[in-house]
């Protein structure tokens, strides 16, 4: 497993599709870019802005449910690619063990910012759907530059990937 930050969550424009783009931590540095829904990037962003609504979202409930069962959320991790969908584990600390708990990629990613977890992705996962950045953003840059250029490296890509680069 590789411990990735998540860098965003953009829009792709001309498609208007939603994608949330992880980075790996160390090494490589590859992105991977995760197709999303609407619905779960405006939680997605709603987490990393902080915003605070009158009711719980879907994913916020989720997170006070398991705090009052007394359930630990300790990681997530992107887990396969298969058939071009994304599969992730949310893994679960409870007094009677440990549990996985199998997730979209984009609600894990929802609840990991709200409870500030780890984020991991399979070394394979990567293999398959990540690419490399051809330059390092700049390490000075702010993190706003950095997506940016993220993005940008990410439009580059999928400008030049076909459903083939993807596998059967």
Not at 42 to 52: C, N, P
Not at 80 to 108: M, N, W
């Given at each position: 497993?590789?411990?990735?930050?998540?860098?965003?969550?953009?829009?792709?424009?001309?498609?208007?599709?939603?994608?949330?783009?992880?980075?790996?931590?160390?090494?490589?540095?590859?992105?991977?870019?995760?197709?999303?829904?609407?619905?779960?990037a405006t939680a997605i962003a709603?987490?990393?802005?902080?915003?605070?609504?009158?009711?719980?979202?879907?994913?916020?409930?989720?997170?006070?449910?398991?705090?009052?069962?007394?359930?630990?959320?300790?990681?997530?991790?992107?887990?396969?690619?298969?058939?071009?969908?994304?599969?992730?584990?949310?893994?679960?600390?409870?007094?009677?063990?440990?549990?996985?708990?199998?997730?979209?990629?984009?609600?894990?990613?929802?609840?990991?910012?709200?409870?500030?977890?780890?984020?991991?992705?399979?070394?394979?996962?990567?293999?398959?759907?990540?690419?490399?950045?051809?330059?390092?953003?700049?390490?000075?840059a702010e993190p706003e530059e950095?997506?940016?250029?993220?993005?940008?490296?990410?439009?580059?890509?999928?400008?030049?990937v076909t459903p083939d680069d993807?596998?059967?």
């Amino acid at each position: 497993m590789v411990e990735m930050d998540l860098v965003g969550v953009r829009v792709e424009l001309p498609s208007n599709t939603p994608i949330a783009l992880l980075r790996e931590r160390s090494g490589a540095r590859r992105v991977l870019p995760i197709f999303i829904g609407g619905p779960e990037a405006t939680a997605i962003a709603f987490a990393l802005e902080e915003v605070v609504t009158p009711r719980p979202m879907t994913h916020d409930l989720i997170r006070n449910l398991l705090d009052e069962l007394g359930v630990s959320m300790e990681s997530i991790v992107v887990t396969e690619l298969r058939d071009r969908t994304f599969y992730a584990e949310i893994e679960l600390h409870a007094s009677d063990g440990v549990h996985r708990v199998s997730s979209r990629p984009s609600d894990a990613i929802a609840l990991a910012v709200r409870v500030g977890i780890p984020i991991y992705a399979a070394e394979s996962v990567l293999d398959e759907a990540g690419f490399e950045a051809e330059d390092e953003a700049d390490a000075d840059a702010e993190p706003e530059e950095q997506a940016e250029e993220v993005v940008e490296q990410f439009r580059e890509f999928i400008d030049n990937v076909t459903p083939d680069d993807f596998g059967s």
